[in-house]
């Protein structure tokens, strides 16, 4: 029978008042059965020491009786029976003179009695419903045994008063023998007759006080255990009810926070069905708890094929596939209206007595996909900003570092224009010389020497060589820019093969313009490096974004372009089959406690309005996306190396690279 919690307290102090009721009448019975049986012990002990005297008695009575009375001297205390004066030879004299008294078994054991009665207390009397002493006639408790013994009764015993005091009276009858005839022979009595009894009367009150000594002991034992006892059972139930309330309150407590759960709680039996639904998970099924309690949950769940091929191969049915899943994973609800929603689930195990109960947790993760995805959508936005960002400031390198040898080209051809119009002019006076007659080429040589050496033509030659071959290394320095450009402005979604140090070189060629004013670059590239597979556009970003933030490093710490150094390595660790790219730069360095956050999306260390945060986090997701890793060494104050770990065999590469 279950009780509900709200009667649990009265059930539980009813429950006491009738245990308090019990034990009371236990310990009542207890005690009245002790002192019952304690007074029958002391009876018992009295009727003993009774039935002893009186087998005493009975044994002085033989021996007198077998020898035919005793004789005596005659004193005070003894003399003559005078019951005895008719028979002859009662009284003698020795032949010394000593007078001699015949004492019968009666007179003996009366005398015995006296003495005993004064010294030990139990009181004996020899009595008779036809006594021929009227010292031995019966009281009436003596005259009804004697009575009883007349209709076959064997002994007599009760509890009376004498003389104010109660004694333990025990008597029994005295039967006539051969040698009893001497003396009660006139009173036709024969052998075998009752004539009277011995009565031995014992003083109960050394029993009594010894008997109310143990009851009084018996009395406060059981009183203290009752005490105890009742003590008990009101500090039991006063800890019970306690307990029953902060129970109660609990219960409420955790029922308040199970109903008002954002996430449904769903708590289950062995079999898997379900023993309640709580109002959350109302809201999320769209079941009434009456509608689905008894069912199993996976009615609710629609399994993904991935767990039911698990389940086949294991030989398990899906519930207890289901069961044994340590972590949340995701599932699709079923709604009451056919709906479905993606959902969270996990399970936990308690005992509920000897019954094991599951509990699932189920959250609606409608809201946290939306969230996500807008996340998503935002951090593919951001990235794009930040793409376009390094696009528009390389877009701007590009053009500085293009414009340069452009500006170059154009300020020659002035020159070259001047020089060719010196060669135009000293070509047309050779045309002029080459046209007149011989007596006049005399005059025209020597204009054509004149002209020479006043346009200087060796110079213009020189000039006319050296403004081409400025020309030609501008065209060649545009040339590489382009062809960087191109290279890094190559988007394909596809991994190429790419070469590490190509890479590099272009990522250096387009970041020259922002970083030449401010730190050296020093190349240590090996030679060796296996082409890998790879997106070279996105790593040449990752590279870009390392230099310009070892610039900026140099910077901060007040570094010119002569102290300013950025070593850029590379090397293939055959052992690993790893290719590595290191940057190392003596800049200001990054404090320990931030290392770790360095490549978390927003954070930056510069200034408001400097950095967006997604440089390094774009960067290590790149390197990620490639099947590598990014490793960071920082000492604060003295520099930091940036090395990008990739491998040299690509791993199993889905062929497109995953968007976001």
Not at 500 to 517: F, G, P, R, V, W
Not at 622 to 645: L, N, P, R, W
Request: proline share 4%; aromatic share 8%; with cysteine.
């Amino acid at each position: 029978m279950k009780i509900k919690s709200k009667k649990l307290i009265p059930y539980a102090w009813g429950l006491a008042a009738l245990w308090i009721v019990m034990g009371t009448i236990v310990m009542a019975i207890s005690l009245a059965w002790n002192i019952q049986r304690q007074h029958n012990e002391t009876i018992q002990l009295a009727t003993l020491e009774a039935k002893t005297v009186y087998e005493k008695d009975i044994i002085y009575h033989k021996w007198a009786t077998e020898h035919k009375g005793v004789f005596v001297p005659i004193t005070k205390q003894t003399q003559p029976n005078p019951y005895l004066a008719n028979i002859p030879g009662v009284n003698i004299t020795t032949t010394t003179g000593e007078r001699l008294t015949l004492i019968n078994p009666e007179y003996m054991i009366r005398q015995v009695y006296g003495m005993q009665t004064k010294d030990f207390g139990p009181i004996e009397h020899i009595t008779s419903l036809d006594p021929k002493r009227p010292g031995n006639a019966a009281d009436p408790w003596e005259k009804k045994a004697l009575e009883s013994f007349e209709k076959g009764k064997k002994k007599a015993i009760a509890v009376e008063k004498i003389n104010g005091a109660l004694y333990l009276r025990y008597m029994r009858p005295m039967i006539t023998e051969k040698g009893c005839l001497k003396c009660h022979a006139v009173q036709g009595y024969k052998v075998g007759d009752i004539r009277g009894g011995i009565s031995v009367s014992i003083p109960m009150a050394p029993l009594l006080a010894i008997a109310r000594a143990h009851n009084i002991s018996t009395y406060a034992v059981h009183i203290t255990f009752w005490v105890l006892g009742m003590t008990g059972i009101i500090l039991g139930m006063y800890w019970l009810t306690l307990t029953i309330r902060e129970r109660e309150k609990n219960e409420t407590r955790t029922r308040s926070i199970i109903d008002n759960m954002l996430d449904g709680l769903i708590t289950l039996d062995q079999n898997h069905r379900i023993k309640s639904f709580n109002p959350a998970a109302v809201r999320l099924f769209g079941y009434k708890p009456e509608e689905v309690i008894g069912k199993s949950i996976y009615t609710l769940f629609r399994l993904p094929d991935k767990y039911l091929r698990q389940v086949d191969d294991a030989d398990y049915q899906n519930e207890e596939f289901i069961l044994v899943t340590d972590n949340p994973y995701e599932l699709t609800g079923c709604r009451k209206d056919g709906s479905t929603f993606p959902v969270e689930i996990s399970f936990s195990e308690t005992l509920s007595g000897e019954d094991h109960i599951a509990i699932a947790m189920v959250r609606d993760l409608t809201g946290r996909k939306k969230a996500e995805q807008a996340l998503r959508d935002s951090q593919d936005r951001l990235i794009k900003q930040e793409k376009l960002a390094s696009l528009g400031t390389m877009v701007a390198g590009i053009a500085h570092e293009i414009n340069n040898p452009a500006q170059a080209i154009g300020f020659s051809m002035e020159g070259l224009k001047m020089n060719v119009e010196y060669v135009k002019k000293f070509l047309n006076e050779l045309k002029k010389c080459l046209s007149t007659d011989n007596e006049d080429l005399v005059k025209h040589r020597e204009q054509l020497h004149n002209l020479s050496e006043e346009l200087d033509l060796d110079l213009v030659l020189e000039n006319i060589d050296d403004i081409a071959a400025r020309n030609i290394e501008s065209v060649v320095r545009i040339n590489k820019i382009v062809k960087s450009t191109k290279r890094m402005a190559h988007f394909e979604d596809d991994f190429i093969s790419c070469d590490l140090n190509t890479i590099i070189n272009d990522a250096i060629t387009l970041a020259h313009s922002q970083i030449k004013y401010d730190m050296e670059v020093q190349l240590d590239l090996a030679p060796d490096i296996p082409e890998f597979q790879g997106m070279p556009q996105e790593l040449g970003q990752v590279f870009i974004n390392l230099i310009i933030n070892a610039r900026d490093a140099v910077k901060e710490k007040g570094l010119t372009k002569k102290d300013g150094l950025l070593k850029i390595s590379s090397r293939y660790n055959a052992g690993t089959d790893q290719i590595e790219a290191c940057f190392e730069d003596n800049g200001i360095g990054i404090k320990e406690e931030i290392i770790s956050k360095v490549f978390d999306p927003f954070f930056t260390t510069k200034g408001l309005g400097l950095g967006t945060g997604l440089g390094l986090n774009l960067s290590h997701l790149i390197v990620e996306a490639h099947g590598g890793h990014i490793d960071i060494k920082s000492v604060y104050g003295e520099g930091t190396c940036f090395m990008v770990i990739l491998k040299a065999t690509a791993p199993n590469y889905p062929g497109k690279k995953k968007k976001g």
